[in-house]
């Protein structure tokens, strides 16, 4: 029995389908073996992301009703703006639809032809918008998971981005960016004193350091939960104190928003706000909305003030936990330790007999929907792999993981159960699982549309 309780009952219920083993091949096999393209009528619990997949608050129900859809100057964005400035202190507050749109924005007019963006780990979006505007971008991530388990495996390697600003190509480099948490190198969190060292490089090579601040309150948990110091302070001063250092931030709204749709850019810098703006207008809304109805500005606002709430915040690291642990009981490598977002598999060592190109990492997530019709996401070489420019073989990613991804206040820890007793399945028959061929794909973010086969 899990040692955590969620600390909310349920108020609306939604069924969910049961297709059987028949219906759940055809399913696959029309979708081009891509979970994406599996319809969400096929799928009994849904892993696939924690973003936009939240359960609303009553209170951000009943807030919603009084949204104020006024074109200009809504009072719902007058609400969403002041709880965004008493968070993190940023006086410039941007509303976007998403967080891909506020690094487009954002990345765009920072970025030029051949400046280097320097992260943590850029999220594939947040790459694309990089690559979109010229730039390279850098990723420097601290070795998690090798050996003893590291405690702030989001962190950004603070050596190796100290030797990039001074060498060579240190000129290019436009902007440093922290990813909180870590969401592609194992959801792990960025500690303070990460961020503190960061802030010291960047001012002393007058470069800025931005936050991707889409789970900024899970980070801020996992910080009191794992920095010395920090113990006693709750999770919305260590938000302040993680926003202070930096220059400003973006963030997905669908995640730590705690709703289905919503972004944001919020900065110190006018100027930069001023040149974001006349973007902003010309492609998402006008600057009171940006893109969203002002009832998605007051579910933000409320959601905002909700996901700081340490209770809320314990439920979500406990049940990841356990969730964990169930899953390694049941034979599953799981990257230790787990966060709060999602648990993490790396499915590379489970399947190592077959190759980072024939992507393991989905073969492992296919054979999950075809067990129990659960949805789990493929965070390995479909996603993470460089396609090689001479056409051959993929370039792997570092690791061929398997994200089980948690969405907000949504499932028990029945349904979790449920989800173990079908990779408990798939680690059954491990050894006979083989790997996916690439038949067609798109450019940047391929993983979304592609069309695979299984290699017999
Ligand atoms: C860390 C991070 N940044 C940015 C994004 C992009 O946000 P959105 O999906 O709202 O466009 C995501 C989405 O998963 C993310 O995890």
């Known amino acids: 029995m899990p040692s955590f309780m969620e600390p909310f009952r349920i108020k609306a219920v939604e069924p969910i389908p049961f297709p059987t083993a028949e219906q759940r091949r055809a399913a696959l096999a029309a979708a081009g073996y891509n979970l994406f393209r599996v319809p969400a009528r096929a799928i009994t619990i849904d892993l696939l992301t924690d973003s936009g997949t939240a359960a609303m608050s009553a209170a951000q129900w009943s807030a919603m009703l009084s949204g104020d859809e006024s074109y200009a100057g809504a009072r719902s964005f007058e609400r969403f703006e002041l709880v965004v400035r008493e968070l993190t202190g940023y006086p410039e507050v941007l509303p976007v639809h998403q967080g891909r749109a506020a690094e487009r924005i954002l990345l765009g007019n920072i970025l030029r032809l051949g400046d280097i963006s320097v992260s943590n780990t850029h999220f594939d979006s947040t790459r694309a918008s990089v690559e979109a505007a010229g730039g390279e971008a850098v990723d420097l991530p601290v070795p998690a998971y090798e050996g003893v388990p590291n405690q702030f495996g989001g962190d950004l390697d603070l050596e190796a981005l100290a030797e990039l600003l001074s060498g060579r190509s240190g000129h290019r480099v436009r902007c440093v960016v922290l990813t909180v948490t870590n969401n592609a190198n194992g959801g792990q969190p960025v500690s303070l004193l990460n961020i503190v060292g960061a802030r010291k490089l960047c001012d002393e090579h007058g470069i800025p350091l931005y936050l991707d601040a889409s789970r900024f309150a899970e980070n801020a948990y996992l910080i009191t939960e794992r920095e010395a110091g920090y113990a006693e302070n709750s999770p919305r001063?260590?938000?302040?104190?993680?926003?202070?250092?930096?220059?400003?931030?973006?963030?997905?709204?669908?995640?730590?928003?705690?709703?289905?749709?919503?972004?944001?850019?919020?900065?110190?810098?006018?100027?930069?706000?001023?040149?974001?703006?006349?973007?902003?207008?010309?492609?998402?809304?006008?600057?009171?909305?940006?893109?969203?109805?002002?009832?998605?500005?007051?579910?933000?606002?409320?959601?905002?003030?909700?996901?700081?709430?340490?209770?809320?915040?314990?439920?979500?690291?406990?049940?990841?936990?356990?969730?964990?642990?169930?899953?390694?009981?049941?034979?599953?490598?799981?990257?230790?330790?787990?966060?709060?977002?999602?648990?993490?598999?790396?499915?590379?060592?489970?399947?190592?007999?077959?190759?980072?190109?024939?992507?393991?990492?989905?073969?492992?997530?296919?054979?999950?929907?075809?067990?129990?019709?659960?949805?789990?996401?493929?965070?390995?070489?479909?996603?993470?792999?460089?396609?090689?420019?001479?056409?051959?073989?993929?370039?792997?990613?570092?690791?061929?993981?398997?994200?089980?991804?948690?969405?907000?206040?949504?499932y028990t820890a029945s349904h979790l159960e449920y989800v173990v007793d079908a990779a408990e399945e798939v680690c059954a028959k491990a050894a006979q699982l083989r790997g996916y061929r690439i038949l067609r794909q798109g450019g940047a973010l391929r993983q979304f549309t592609a069309i695979l086969e299984p290699i017999q």
């Open 237 to 410: 001063d260590i938000a302040r104190l993680m926003f202070d250092l930096a220059d400003g931030c973006w963030a997905s709204l669908k995640k730590d928003g705690i709703a289905n749709i919503g972004g944001l850019i919020a900065l110190r810098d006018e100027k930069l706000a001023a040149r974001c703006c006349e973007q902003l207008i010309a492609f998402e809304g006008f600057p009171t909305y940006g893109g969203l109805a002002g009832r998605d500005l007051e579910a933000l606002a409320q959601g905002l003030l909700e996901v700081t709430e340490p209770d809320y915040l314990r439920y979500r690291a406990e049940s990841a936990r356990w969730f964990g642990e169930q899953l390694a009981l049941a034979g599953l490598p799981v990257l230790q330790p787990t966060g709060c977002h999602a648990v993490y598999v790396d499915a590379g060592l489970l399947l190592d007999h077959i190759p980072a190109q024939q992507l393991p990492a989905t073969a492992f997530a296919n054979e999950l929907y075809l067990a129990g019709a659960v949805r789990a996401s493929e965070l390995g070489t479909l996603v993470f792999g460089r396609r090689d420019p001479d056409g051959g073989p993929d370039i792997p990613a570092p690791r061929e993981l398997v994200r089980f991804a948690l969405p907000r206040r949504v």
